[in-house]
């Protein structure tokens, strides 16, 4: 597209948007990464339930008879739904930004960052299994 640039990922409006660098955008980022933790937590009903089977799951998985690989391999699962449900609730949120009218594409987008949480949540009960059964 002509908005790519040689040697960069962006164009050249949003590089503008870029400025900080370093300490201060570290800072920065994570304050926007809480502000996306309660918007996700506000906004979607999703997320607020693997909330809950989160702070169920981690701490059981820390008194699971399983060695430490096993432990970090069920926290992962668990902590990958998050991340999935992060990620396809962004997906939402600009497909709502560019139309709330149903559209073919929209929807594909959307079906298939649901399709990427459905993926996650199998995976969980699948690593409990093998690492708690082998
Ligand atoms: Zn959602």
Request: glycine share 8%; no cysteine; hydrophobic share 55%.
């Given at each position: 597209?002509?908005?790519?640039?040689?040697?960069?990922?962006?164009?050249?409006?949003?590089?503008?948007?870029?400025?900080?660098?370093?300490?201060?955008?570290?800072?920065?980022?994570?304050?926007?990464?809480?502000?996306?933790?309660?918007?996700?937590?506000?906004?979607?009903?999703?997320?607020?339930?693997e909330?809950?089977l989160a702070?169920?799951l981690?701490?059981?998985a820390?008194?699971?008879?399983?060695?430490?690989?096993?432990?970090?391999l069920m926290i992962a699962s668990v902590l990958l739904v998050?991340?999935?449900?992060?990620?396809?609730?962004?997906?939402?949120?600009?497909?709502?930004?560019?139309?709330?009218?149903?559209?073919?594409?929209?929807?594909?987008?959307?079906?298939?960052?649901?399709?990427?949480?459905l993926v996650a949540l199998i995976n969980v009960p699948v690593v409990w299994m093998?690492a708690?059964?082998?």
């Amino acid at each position: 597209m002509s908005d790519q640039q040689p040697g960069g990922i962006r164009a050249d409006g949003a590089s503008a948007l870029k400025g900080k660098t370093g300490f201060t955008r570290v800072v920065n980022a994570f304050f926007y990464s809480l502000a996306g933790l309660r918007a996700a937590f506000r906004d979607e009903a999703a997320f607020r339930q693997e909330v809950v089977l989160a702070a169920l799951l981690l701490p059981l998985a820390f008194f699971m008879p399983v060695g430490g690989i096993g432990k970090a391999l069920m926290i992962a699962s668990v902590l990958l739904v998050l991340i999935v449900e992060l990620l396809n609730s962004a997906v939402e949120v600009l497909a709502d930004k560019v139309t709330t009218e149903k559209h073919e594409l929209i929807k594909n987008a959307k079906d298939i960052g649901s399709a990427a949480v459905l993926v996650a949540l199998i995976n969980v009960p699948v690593v409990w299994m093998l690492a708690l059964f082998g």
